[in-house]
């Protein structure tokens, strides 16, 4: 049976020098050095059977892929489904000790870190990318796809696939910049998770990288 590979890549680094959490947020960009990763990891890539190519709709995703459709000659889709995970504290700055959560005015939003209360619900997180995930199985089938998506999205769909609680410690997440979370499929049926980092490792508390 012929097997497929699906590629959750994380996008390169964004230009925030002002440190917020920006979410889904217009206007910001990659910087030079996420324009690098970008380009870095198409060429990565290269030598992989590559078919098909789509991203969130937000900028930073949209020029993270633009390399990779421009090395196999693709398009670069867009589905909605791997867009940012919506978030109640965008436009601030959330870091424990200097930023929004600071403030009583914030707290109430703080109550239920399961769910989270603050954003989109885990569970309505990872069915969205599943179905963007089947989506391109289904158009790379026998090949492979490149998935182009961001840090929360990419990393609760991994731990929804391997069986584990939802609510997990951001400091935790392994999914760098410009990482690479590949979906190995027999058929239909999902075989195994692999991830790389090709641009290196990052901080995930880095907030807005």
Known sequence: MTGTVVHF????????????????????RLSDRGEQQAKGVAEFLVGRDIAHVVASPLERAQQTAAPIGAAFELDVAVDERLIEADNQFEGLKVSVGDGALRSPAHWSKLWNPLRPSWGEPYLEIARRMLGAAYRARTAAEGREAVCVSHQLPIWTLRRFLEGKPMWHDPRRRQCSLASLTSLVFRGEELVRVAYVEPAGGTDPKLTGA
Do not use: A, C, Q, T
């Open 9 to 28: 890549l994380r996008h390169g680094e964004v230009h925030n020098p002002e440190g917020v959490l920006y979410g889904r947020l217009p206007g910001y």
